[in-house]
């Protein structure tokens, strides 16, 4: 029992960088104190001290806002950050070195009696405010984003985000040359807009679809200069107008025009 309290202490640390020292750790994380008592209402749930494993379920959501069914099965270094308004089911399975942050709900969808709530593997972050609905499996090292919900199962590595949740896999991008990576980004920055502000390990689909449209726009690019090179070949002048400036407020940061300046950072 106290070589598993000092692995969830630990695990605070590991995963949260605002946590100083253990006196604070013990005594300020709700997460771990809701972790700590539903293992005392598990036990009492499993040898069938039911009603006193409810309420001991309900003493913790009282004190934490964190709401852990006595039947829920949860494995080690499980690391609840935030905490307030999580819920986990009665049928709920947790593997080690999970994450949940706050608002997170893993519920059913039934009614009926049996399995009804997910089954989380291995090393699983399941962000802020996500639902997972229903009893499948989210894989090992599995990621939820923010606001997700979930109602099918996710594979192994992969990522889940929106309404409803798509999967999305690790390696949709490792296909781009290394050339027209650096050109998109150099686009990004042009335009006013950093289309990789988010992590490999958590894309975010509306960054890929501007991408996706800093690409085509490049490839338009590319077409107009070279039909620029044809007309100069034939004695045309018609490519030597400048384009017009576009104004600063035209982007969100409104720093980028049609020069190719680098962007600015709003204070």
């Keep these: 029992m106290i070589k598993r309290m000092k692995e969830d202490i630990q695990s605070v640390f590991h995963r949260d960088p605002a946590a100083r020292n253990t006196f604070e750790v013990l005594t300020c994380y709700p997460g771990l104190h809701a972790v700590w008592l539903h293992r005392i209402a598990h036990w009492l749930w499993l040898r069938r001290w039911k009603l006193l494993g409810r309420w001991v379920s309900h003493f913790s ?24 308004g999580v819920v986990i089911g009665e049928t709920a399975e947790i593997g080690d070195d999970v994450t949940l942050y706050q ?15 997910p089954t989380l593997e291995d090393g699983v972050v399941v ?6 609905l229903g009893p499948f499996i989210v894989g090992a090292a599995a990621k939820i984003g923010s606001n997700a919900v979930v109602t ?24 781009l040359e290394p ?24 894309p975010d689909p ?19 200069d070279e039909m620029c090179d044809a007309l100069r070949d034939l004695g045309s002048d018609y490519c030597a107008k400048d384009l017009p400036d576009l104004p600063e407020n035209t982007f969100a940061n409104g720093s980028a025009n049609a020069k190719g ?3 600015t950072k709003s204070e």
């Design 61 to 84: 959501r009282w004190i934490t806002g964190i709401e852990i069914h006595p039947g829920a099965k949860i494995g080690r270094r499980f690391f609840i950050d935030h905490g307030f």
């Design 103 to 117: 608002g997170v709900t893993l519920g059913g969808t039934s009614w009926n009696k049996g399995k009804r709530h």
């Design 127 to 132: 962000g802020a405010g996500a639902k997972v």
């Design 152 to 175: 099918k199962a996710v594979p192994a590595g992969a990522t889940a985000v929106g309404i409803p949740a798509k999967i999305i896999e690790r390696a949709d991008d490792k296909h």
């Design 179 to 202: 050339q027209t990576e650096a050109k998109r980004q150099a686009a990004a920055e042009r335009y006013g807009f950093d289309a990789y502000g988010v992590t490999e390990d958590m």
């Design 206 to 224: 509306v960054a890929r679809s501007i991408g996706a449209m800093l690409d085509h726009l490049l490839g338009v690019e590319e077409r107009l």
């Design 261 to 263: 300046t680098s962007p």
